[in-house]
């Protein structure tokens, strides 16, 4: 009888994987996002008209191509694929809305390695790095986004680049001072967008801000923190060992010790 391969035999069989496609496509997708966001604020900037324009167009055309293939393959090779995709709606408001494109710049920020003392102070330099990150792209998309809705149309006070990501900054702040304002309908939807995007932003910010202080608070004072049910548990399982009994089972007492 035949026996099924084994050990490297069977690896090229199983075929292409999410994981290995992720680590295929993810600098191509990278650097797609980055041209899409250099053509779309050439486009809309400099308010390209003639060949100028269908260059650009034809620049943002090819990276939307390139994010529905991506789509497309992870889809096919994921399985489950009911539960792929419901845990990647993001991946397909990407492909359906190409101001979400840029977006994936952000994945660029998870190669930033820093060197940190502690497991939570790494957190939370992760964190202010996509908050910032997400933050200059949202504002900077936002920004073309209605510019782009709002140039020309009547009534519209938002007519230049300028005033664009002046709008777009105070907007994300949740400031919001009214001097500039969309009229359009898409342009008021881009608002609501990036509305929705700086009350996750601030609150992020503000949660890592307050983490920072209170870790900075804490330090001096390990001493005084109290003990918890793991470090109970570790001290009794050491206390056996040196005692020479062996481990057993031992359910937590009213106070988080182990009970003997």
Same mark, same amino acid.
């Given at each position: 009888?035949?026996?099924?391969?084994?050990?490297?035999?069977?690896?090229?069989?199983?075929?292409?994987?999410?994981?290995?496609?992720?680590?295929?496509?993810?600098?191509?997708? =990278?650097? #797609?996002? !980055?041209?899409? $966001?250099?053509?779309?604020?050439?486009? @809309?900037?400099?308010?390209?008209? *003639?060949? &100028?324009?269908?260059?650009?167009?034809?620049?943002?055309?090819?990276?939307?191509?390139?994010?529905?293939?991506?789509?497309?393959?992870?889809?096919?090779?994921?399985?489950?694929?009911?539960?792929?995709?419901?845990?990647?709606?993001?991946?397909?408001?990407?492909?359906?809305?190409?101001?979400?494109?840029?977006?994936?710049?952000?994945?660029?920020?998870?190669?930033?390695?820093?060197?940190?003392?502690?497991?939570?102070?790494?957190?939370?330099?992760?964190?202010?790095?996509?908050? =910032?990150? #997400?933050? !200059?792209?949202? $504002?900077?998309?936002?920004?073309?986004? @209605?510019?782009?809705?709002?140039? *020309?149309? &009547?009534?519209?006070?938002?007519?230049?680049?300028?005033?664009?990501?002046?709008?777009?900054?105070?907007?994300?702040?949740?400031?919001?001072?009214?001097?500039?304002?969309?009229?359009?309908?898409?342009?008021?939807?881009?608002?609501?967008?990036?509305?929705?995007?700086?009350?996750?932003?601030?609150?992020?910010?503000?949660?890592?801000?307050?983490?920072?202080?209170?870790?900075?608070?804490?330090?001096?004072?390990?001493?005084?923190?109290?003990?918890?049910?793991?470090?109970?548990?570790?001290? #009794?399982?050491?206390?056996?060992?040196?005692?020479?009994?062996?481990? @057993?089972?031992?359910?937590?007492?009213?106070?988080?010790?182990?009970?003997?």
């Amino acid at each position: 009888m035949t026996q099924p391969p084994t050990g490297t035999d069977a690896a090229p069989r199983r075929g292409m994987t999410l994981e290995r496609w992720h680590d295929i496509t993810s600098w191509p997708l =990278i650097v #797609a996002s !980055l041209l899409f $966001i250099v053509a779309y604020s050439w486009l @809309v900037i400099a308010n390209l008209q *003639g060949t &100028p324009y269908l260059v650009a167009r034809l620049v943002m055309g090819a990276t939307w191509v390139i994010f529905v293939v991506d789509y497309l393959v992870r889809l096919a090779i994921a399985k489950p694929r009911g539960v792929w995709f419901r845990h990647h709606i993001f991946d397909l408001l990407v492909v359906s809305v190409p101001a979400l494109r840029p977006l994936r710049l952000l994945k660029a920020l998870t190669l930033v390695h820093v060197l940190q003392r502690t497991a939570g102070t790494a957190l939370r330099s992760r964190i202010a790095i996509y908050g =910032i990150g #997400a933050a !200059l792209v949202l $504002i900077w998309i936002a920004a073309l986004a @209605v510019l782009e809705a709002e140039r *020309g149309a &009547p009534g519209a006070n938002i007519e230049n680049f300028g005033d664009a990501v002046w709008w777009a900054f105070v907007t994300i702040t949740t400031v919001g001072y009214g001097d500039f304002y969309p009229v359009t309908g898409w342009g008021r939807f881009v608002a609501v967008l990036l509305m929705l995007g700086g009350v996750a932003v601030v609150g992020v910010v503000t949660a890592t801000l307050a983490s920072w202080v209170l870790e900075r608070a804490a330090q001096g004072h390990e001493d005084q923190e109290p003990a918890t049910r793991a470090q109970f548990r570790l001290i #009794a399982e050491k206390i056996d060992e040196l005692r020479g009994v062996p481990p @057993v089972d031992r359910p937590p007492g009213p106070d988080g010790a182990a009970s003997d």
